[in-house]
Nanobody, 123 residues
Framework: QVQLVESGGGLVQAGGSLRLSCAASGRTLSTSPMGWFRQAPGKERDFVSGISWSGGSTYYAESVKGRFTISRDNAKNTVYLQMNNLKSEDTAVYYC????????????????WGQGTQVTVSS
């Protein structure tokens, strides 16, 4: 049984920073890509960023490129999302996901999801 637990969300002013973490348990992640998605109220869940199993390849949505950084620590079974220069439009529930083996960071083909963590950016 795979379990993903996100943390690090909260309320921050525009221009501020947050770091999200996603800890996985139940299996090794070292051969699977991982990613972050977000869902704002009344909108669909959108891709934010993906990272290869080795961590050597990453991909970002245009809306967050240059502001967000994804990374992973396979020894800790954890993926991170450093979010800088946050904007009000970044307000959403953020979900991490484990992708399908062999999938590229730009399309990780999620197999497992976390429960989500709320990020609220006040303007």
């Amino acid at each position: 049984q795979v379990q993903l637990v996100e943390s690090g969300g909260g309320l921050v002013q525009a221009g501020g920073s947050l770091r999200l973490s996603c800890a996985a348990s139940g299996r090794t992640l070292s051969t699977s890509p991982m990613g972050w998605f977000r869902q704002a109220p009344g909108k669909e869940r959108d891709f934010v960023s993906g990272i290869s199993w080795s961590g050597g390849s990453t991909y970002y949505a245009e809306s967050v490129k240059g502001r967000f950084t994804i990374s992973r620590d396979n020894a800790k079974n954890t993926v991170y999302l450093q979010m800088n220069n946050l904007k009000s439009e970044d307000t959403a529930v953020y979900y991490c996901a484990i992708g399908s083996q062999g999938a590229a960071p730009r399309d990780i083909r999620p197999r497992y999801w976390g429960q989500g963590t709320q990020v609220t950016v006040s303007s």
